[in-house]
């Protein structure tokens, strides 16, 4: 499912910001490289996936405007050259939202959950009863 869409990150972060971070032609063309975009987007959308998959089915039924916001900073900090302080926070920031997620801190409204089993893990057995006992192999 993509969460955020080429158009969704020019919006949020403007054209020439977009083109600056995507352009890497020489010399540079000036326009937005769709593909680089698109590799930051899917990488986004891969580690949304990776963090919910364990609590959520997936793909999810609704759009949900929270994961809309951290696929453009997770794709926005994925362009970057090197990580400013602002892409820094803007990454951690998407990395504790989708671990609240993940944890259940926070949850998607009308998402289902996993259908994985949340229990200790102990698996219970019944079996016939013992045909030789203690009792029934004494005095042998």
Excluded: H
């Excluded at 499912?1 to 352009?23: C, H, K, N, P, S």
């Excluded at 671990?99 to 200790?120: H, N, V």
């Amino acid at each position: 499912m993509a969460y955020a869409t080429l158009a969704d990150l020019i919006i949020a972060f403007g054209r020439e910001g977009i083109v600056q971070l995507t352009d890497r032609a020489d010399p540079p063309a000036g326009v937005v490289d769709a593909a680089v975009a698109g590799e930051a987007l899917g990488y986004a959308d891969n580690l949304i996936d990776g963090y919910l998959g364990g609590r959520y089915v997936l793909p999810l039924k609704l759009a949900q405007p929270m994961l809309k916001g951290v696929a453009q900073d997770l794709a926005w900090c994925r362009l970057q050259a090197e990580l400013t302080e602002d892409a820094k926070r803007r990454q951690d920031a998407a990395l504790r939202t989708l671990r609240d997620l993940a944890g259940g801190l926070i949850t998607l409204p009308g998402e289902t959950g996993s259908a994985s089993p949340t229990g200790s893990g102990t698996i219970k057995l019944k079996s016939q009863d013992r045909i030789f006992s203690r009792d029934k192999m004494s005095g042998l």
